[in-house]
């Protein structure tokens, strides 16, 4: 039974940091792309960032809105996955996701391509 149990969410004011975490069970976690997605208010959910496995090469991708803030991370052996998100903008505030998928990279970002995902947790970004 495949578990991915989001934490880390909360309230914070532009400009402010927030670490997330993920938790994962019920797979063989080595041999799984780890990724966060978000889903804004009236909006679908969408590509944040992927933590290839290590047997694709371990690399980190981002959305361009991301790149340069955020950054992804995982823990092989704790079988965890966290996302770091720096200078926090208005924009940001969504429910963050995360998924995993053994994808080919040219297909890492694409949702379609996930089929495990975790209940999300709230990120709200407010002045």
């Known amino acids: 039974q495949v578990q991915l149990t989001e934490s880390g969410g909360g309230i914070v004011e532009p400009g402010a940091s927030l670490r997330l975490s993920c938790e994962v069970s019920?797979?063989?976690?080595?041999?799984?792309?780890m990724a966060w997605f978000r889903q804004a208010p009236g909006e679908g959910r969408e590509f944040v960032a992927v933590?290839?496995?290590?047997?694709?090469?371990?690399?980190?991708y981002y959305a361009d809105s991301v790149k340069g803030r955020f950054t992804i991370s995982r823990d092989n052996t704790k079988k965890m996955v966290h996302l770091l998100m720096n200078d926090l903008k208005a924009d940001d505030t969504a429910i963050y996701y995360c998924?995993?998928?053994?994808?080919?990279?040219?297909?890492?970002?694409?949702?379609?391509?996930?089929?495990?995902w975790g209940q999300g947790t709230q990120v709200t970004v407010s002045s």
């Open positions: 933590s290839a496995r290590p047997g694709s090469g371990g690399n980190s």
């Open positions: 998924a995993s998928s053994q994808a080919a990279l040219s297909a890492i970002r694409q949702i379609t391509m996930y089929r495990n």
């Open positions: 019920g797979l063989t976690f080595r041999n799984y792309h």
